[in-house]
């Protein structure tokens, strides 16, 4: 301060003319001699009386402290009262930021909130999620952690604990916070707190050999000299520090190599930093000189000559002055409000009637009115303000604390902090350069749970912090492809989670097709079944005027024949890529061309009962023995089914789908049947006319055998109405290419076991048996049945 004091008055261009003083009071780290000094400087006598002032000629400009946050709280409340300047370059607490509290004071070393902002950054840097704070029980302390914890739940950090310091010593809870530092699974602690508060802590925790830890410092302790002792070198080495920004200011250093205590005799801590600097003591003036060998013996004797040039000492190291350079700041912020009021030209004034104020006799107000409006570069650079809170821009350094050859510890700087920065640019750290504590080569890892990877999500413990999880797989539809998600995500439709769920791959497609075994089978077993009627039909026709053919109405036999060709055929149409064009003509088609197969068996059967009951005497059903009956009969049974299948295509016809969700990873092509109702209309008409024709063979199965096809059927329609209520769970149990597969099947069985228990027989007769083929050999048999049954 007296160095700024000096080379402003030196200065011919700041405040030329005028020149300022000091006065300097010792708070002597009390709140109650802080109080007491400030009410001396406001009134100007060593005994405080308030609301009077005598200073004569030379007002109070501003009050430039003090260095502890409750110390400044103190003299803040008094001195706004007054509306006296006050300029702090340590109080850094945040809650000296609060205008309406505290409207005149203002500070150069940034506040706790930027410093909070800039622990987390640091430990966000590093992916640290899992750290423990310990804070002084003051406002220092406390207000600064509740903040710091605000911004590292934002950034989703977790507190493993949090211990307070006592400010008077207590053995129980320095032994309790020992306790808790060495059984925490955190390998990162942050300490808010200033040194003296916490050397008994740390000694503690340092006779406790506590080690592997790495103590994030913030500036009330970043480098303490009470703390750079041998005895902490196994557990603070590697320490990370946030300190002001200092500055290398010009000529400082060779103003203290000139300072002596010959020179400035009215300073009297000169001599005593002499004496500790040389390890010498000076001889009191009024000593007798045949006593001075005596006491040169017992320690030497400062002689005057003695170079300060010649000592390696800290204290010159202009690197390691952050509140010093705060302190030359505010004198200049203070220099700089005087030369605006001095240079206030009358009538252009900030004041009433554009009145200015009087450099010689000025109200506090006056000058704390241009003090928040000053804005200069200082000697190395660096622009100096306030914001609206009386903050200044906010920056810290980052430093790394080194274990030297000697025990002691140097502070590296390993980076910077810019709160003013963008996000990604407000943090630069070398982190080749760091020096961590024992047994770490690089940053250790503190987390609660480690990190979940891809294809797992994280599961919080009930009752634990948020840090602390399990990992959970994704379950089978969805995935995660980022670190410590806590949702997995489904893929899009048409996409599956790949093996190990960190990503979506496409699904493959499926439907029956020709290309694969199933399909090629079931292709070759319509056209084989279907060369078979075929082949009947052509045996039929060759001897269509034997007796077996011409016996059961052969134009019914080939329209049946026909009719199973057709079914066994449009078992194909269900085989390939479905389109909406084969998925209404695959239902349409089984539909009607089964309607027909089983139209014609029930005509066959109602035509060998009448033929039957037609023969006894004034039987009515002789009318019925028409010709063209047995055909109209196939027509209308048919045409209830084509009129079925026609409102089916009118009101909700089948159509092509992709099926993106009933199999895991896969998208079947299927056709969707439109109305389901009408699909199982479809099918109960069919097994109605099945059951009728079942029922009136069952009843019709004891007539002569030569004309009668009853037995056989009865045994068609079993086999048609077991295939298909069989076909009915099936249908529903299966999914995708499988469900088209049962239907095939169950077109193909009931096709074959028409084919089979109808037609088979009379081919055997044809075939094998041509000597049962005859007029005589059926007429025979008739008669002989005829005489069984008398």
Not at 127 to 153: R, S
Not at 276 to 293: H, S
Not at 308 to 315: A, G
Request: proline letters at 5%; a neutral charge.
């Amino acid at each position: 301060m007296v160095f700024a004091i000096e080379e402003i008055n030196r200065n011919n261009f700041l405040l030329p003319n005028i020149s300022l003083g000091f006065w300097i009071y010792d708070s002597c780290d009390t709140q109650f001699r802080s109080l007491q000094g400030t009410m001396w400087q406001l009134t100007g006598y060593k005994d405080p009386i308030p609301n009077y002032t005598c200073r004569g000629k030379s007002p109070m400009a501003a009050v430039i402290g003090d260095d502890k946050s409750r110390m400044s709280i103190t003299m803040a409340q008094l001195l706004s009262i007054y509306k006296q300047a006050q300029i702090s370059y340590a109080s850094s607490v945040a809650a000296l930021s609060d205008k309406n509290r505290f409207p005149s004071f203002l500070r150069t070393t940034p506040s706790d909130e930027y410093q909070s902002l800039g622990i987390t950054r640091l430990i966000t840097f590093f992916g640290w999620t899992w750290v423990g704070i310990l804070a002084e029980d003051n406002d220092y302390g406390q207000i600064g952690t509740q903040m710091l914890k605000q911004e590292l739940i934002k950034n989703g950090i977790c507190v493993a604990f949090y211990e307070t310091i006592p400010l008077f010593y207590s053995e129980e809870k320095i032994k309790h916070i020992v306790g808790v530092v060495k059984t925490t699974t955190t390998r990162v602690i942050v300490v808010f707190s200033t040194a003296n508060n916490l050397y008994p802590v740390m000694l503690a925790i340092a006779r406790s050999e506590v080690s592997g830890k790495v103590w994030i410092a913030t500036e009330g302790w970043a480098m303490s000299p009470i703390l750079n002792k041998k005895d902490f070198s196994k557990t603070l080495t590697g320490t990370i520090a946030l300190s002001v920004p200092t500055g290398n200011i010009p000529g400082f250093k060779e103003y203290l190599y000139d300072l002596h205590p010959f020179r400035t005799t009215e300073d009297i801590f000169v001599g005593q930093f002499w004496e500790e600097a040389f390890g010498c003591r000076w001889a009191k003036p009024n000593t007798d000189q045949a006593v001075l060998p005596d006491l040169g013996r017992e320690k030497k004797l400062c002689t005057g000559k003695e170079d300060l040039r010649t000592l390696d000492i800290r204290f010159f190291d202009m690197t390691k002055l952050g509140f010093v350079y705060n302190v030359y700041n505010a004198l200049y912020v203070v220099a700089h409000a005087l030369h605006a009021m001095d240079s206030c030209e009358p009538g252009a004034g900030p004041f009433f009637n554009g009145s200015c104020g009087n450099i010689k006799h000025f109200e506090p107000w006056q000058l704390l009115h241009y003090v928040w409006k000053v804005r200069f570069q200082n000697t190395m650079g660096r622009e100096i303000f306030f914001d609206e809170r009386g903050n200044p821009p906010a920056s810290f350094n980052i430093l790394n604390w080194h274990l030297s050859s000697d025990g002691s510890f140097s502070y590296i700087n390993i980076g910077h902090y810019d709160s003013g920065a963008s996000r990604h640019r407000d943090i630069k750290i070398n982190t080749s350069t760091i020096m961590w504590s024992e047994g770490y080569t690089q940053a250790p890892v503190s987390v609660c749970s480690e990190s979940c990877g891809p294809g797992f999500r994280k599961a919080i413990l009930e009752g634990q912090p948020a840090c602390c999880f399990d990992c959970v797989p994704c379950s089978e539809e969805e995935f995660s492809n980022q670190t410590d998600t806590t949702e997995c995500m489904k893929c899009p439709d048409d996409q599956w989670p790949t093996m190990r769920q960190d990503g979506c791959r496409k699904k493959s497609i499926e439907f029956l097709s020709y290309q694969e075994p199933l399909g090629m089978v079931l292709a070759a077993f319509s056209v084989l079944g279907a060369l078979m009627p075929a082949a009947i039909l052509d045996v039929f026709i060759q001897n269509c005027h034997t007796p077996v053919v011409k016996a059961n109405n052969r134009e019914l036999s080939y329209l049946l024949l026909l009719a199973i060709i057709l079914c066994f055929g449009c078992s194909l149409v269900f085989i390939g890529h479905p389109t909406t064009l084969t998925c209404m003509v695959r239902q349409m088609a089984f539909g009607t061309v089964f309607t027909i197969c089983i139209s014609c068996l029930l005509a066959k059967t109602i035509m060998v009962v009448i033929a039957f009951k037609a023969t006894k005497p004034n039987s009515n059903l002789r009318s019925w023995m028409r010709p063209g009956f047995p055909n109209a009969l196939v027509l209308s049974c048919s045409l209830v089914q084509v009129l079925i299948c026609i409102t089916w295509l009118i009101v909700a016809p089948p159509f092509s789908q992709m099926n993106m969700k009933s199999q895991m990873g896969k998208i079947i092509i299927e056709c969707n049947e439109g109305s389901v109702t009408a699909f199982w209309c479809m099918l109960g008409y069919m097994g109605i006319l099945a059951s009728i024709s079942f029922i009136v063979a069952f009843l019709a199965r004891k007539l002569p055998d030569s004309f009668n096809e009853a037995k056989f059927i009865t045994f068609s329609m079993l086999i048609f109405i077991a295939v298909w209520i069989s076909f009915i769970p099936a249908y529903l149990s299966t999914t995708g290419k499988y469900t088209v597969a049962v239907e095939i099947f169950a077109i193909l069985s009931s096709s074959a076991g028409l084919l089979g228990c109808i037609f088979f027989p009379k081919c055997y007769i044809i075939l094998i048996r041509p000597d049962m083929n005859t007029k005589e050999f059926l007429m025979g048999k008739t008669t002989g049945s005829l005489k069984k049954a008398r």
